[in-house]
């Protein structure tokens, strides 16, 4: 049985307070502690798998926080010990408070997703986009047994690849600071071709309903529709948007599907079904 270190929860000082876990930071500054309630089984579960997730992608070299420990608290908690990186804030967030400053933003973006995407992935330790594409719709009612038999044929026709995805792959989940930029929010991490990952952009940009968008990005369609256009360009090099979003339909038809692997009622994909599901 693995033997987990315990250190004293009066050595850190709570910052923050949610629903479900609680965020520490060591008296120095340098790591931050998430932890949660040691009885609270699904928390602890969800937890552990953010740890070994983690762990994948410091491995892996994916430009993100170095996690050191998954350890419990003199208090009946247990958590996962990060660095903590200094003064940063996400993209999405820093676009919203320097709109004037959208295109710098972007472009830091686009170059961080290149660093993952070019990424060969380890496929022994992660699994794959597709599968998790198949599971989610082995998971919904949004759609048919024949409507998924199709879209999982239709998914095995398109070339595959083996690097790295973040699943989520949006502003939102790149953070800058001083200290360099980073990916977060690395729980969807799989393997597969990275035009599923820039696509979900384009896709959200497409479908995300308008009032959704400022809940998530801090900002509303018009500008997310700007970041689209500003990445596609910055990650492929070419101004020729129409043609970039034609090269990318067949991708952005599965993009948000891993998500219902978590839930159903996707606003996104119920305004994108007839997209989906059209030739």
């Given at each position: 049985m693995e033997k987990i270190k315990t250190i004293d929860i009066n050595e850190w000082n709570l910052f923050s307070e949610r629903l479900y876990s609680k965020s520490y930071m060591s008296?120095?500054?340098?790591?931050?502690l998430k932890a949660v309630n040691a009885d609270d089984e699904s928390s602890v579960a969800y937890l552990r798998e953010e740890y070994n997730v983690d762990c994948i992608a410091n491995k892996l070299g994916i430009p993100t926080a170095k996690v050191f420990d998954f350890i419990k608290t003199n208090n009946?908690?247990?958590?996962?010990v990060f660095e903590y990186i200094k003064d940063k804030v996400s993209c999405s967030r820093a676009i919203s408070?320097?709109?004037?400053?959208?295109?710098?933003y972007i472009k830091i973006f686009?170059?961080?997703?290149k660093k993952m995407h070019s990424i060969e992935a380890d496929t022994s330790l992660i699994p794959s986009f597709t599968s998790r594409v198949f599971s989610g719709l082995d998971k919904t009612k949004l759609f048919n047994d024949k409507e998924k038999d199709l879209l999982k044929e239709r998914l095995l026709k398109l070339p595959e690849n083996t690097k790295c995805l973040h699943g989520d792959m949006t502003p939102s989940n790149v953070v800058h600071s001083p200290s360099g930029?980073?990916?977060i929010d690395l729980g969807n991490l799989s393997y597969g071709n990275p035009l599923f990952d820039v696509a979900f952009v384009y896709y959200l940009a497409e479908f995300m309903p308008d009032d959704v968008v400022p809940s998530i990005f801090h900002f509303d369609m018009t500008t997310l529709k700007k970041c689209w256009a500003v990445y596609a360009k910055e990650y492929f090099g070419s101004n020729d948007l129409r043609e970039i979003e034609e090269y990318l339909k067949p991708y952005s038809k599965f993009a948000g599907l891993p998500i219902l692997n978590i839930a159903d009622d996707i606003p996104s994909i119920i305004a994108a079904k007839e997209f989906i599901l059209s030739e």
């Open positions: 008296q120095d500054g340098s790591k931050m009946n908690e247990v958590g996962i408070q320097e709109p004037e400053r959208l295109e710098d686009a170059t961080t997703v930029d980073f990916i």
